[in-house]
């Protein structure tokens, strides 16, 4: 099993970066633009970057790897949730055969059953099949041959 990836630091990164969306600058195609506030790079090449510029750049940088974090914990979570969607198929699928058997169980339950052999037992509490079986029991020796001689 995968370890789940960490979504805080990807969660702060956006946090701190300009709202998008983003798009390229139309005057300088090498800076990308907040387009609700054109004035701002996202990620300026300056000699003295702003912190919001610093975070912006962060967020740009860690970009791919960030996609492909969250890619991997979608496909990880969709595979549990088909496992955990199958696991409950199967369940409901052992509750609904059970349904035809709650009368039975239930009389079963009712009834009691022998401790000697499982089988149900009579109105009066006693089981036939062990009663049968102790009235009609024959001593019979079964030697090492396989014969009873």
């Not at 005057?27 to 000699?47: F, G, H, I, K």
């Not at 974090?69 to 949730?81: D, I, M, P, S, T």
């Not at 199967?90 to 009691?112: S, Y």
Request: proline residues 7%; negative net charge.
């Amino acid at each position: 099993m995968s370890t789940p990836v960490d979504l805080a630091p990807i969660h702060l990164r956006l946090y701190n970066a300009s709202p998008g969306p983003w798009a390229l600058d139309p005057d300088d195609p090498s800076t990308v633009e907040a387009v609700d506030r054109p004035n701002l790079a996202l990620c300026a090449l300056s000699s003295r970057p702003s912190l919001e510029e610093k975070a912006n750049a962060a967020l740009i940088a860690h970009a791919p790897a960030d996609l492909a974090a969250l890619v991997a914990e979608v496909e990880r979570l969709r595979e549990e949730n088909d496992l955990l969607r199958e696991f409950g198929r199967i369940q409901h699928e052992r509750v609904v055969g059970l349904e035809g058997h709650i009368d039975l169980l239930l009389a079963l339950d009712e009834a009691g059953t022998c401790a000697g052999c499982n089988a149900e037992l009579l109105d009066d509490g006693s089981c036939a099949v062990c009663e049968v079986a102790a009235e009609d029991a024959v001593p019979l020796t079964v030697y090492a041959d396989g014969s009873d001689r």
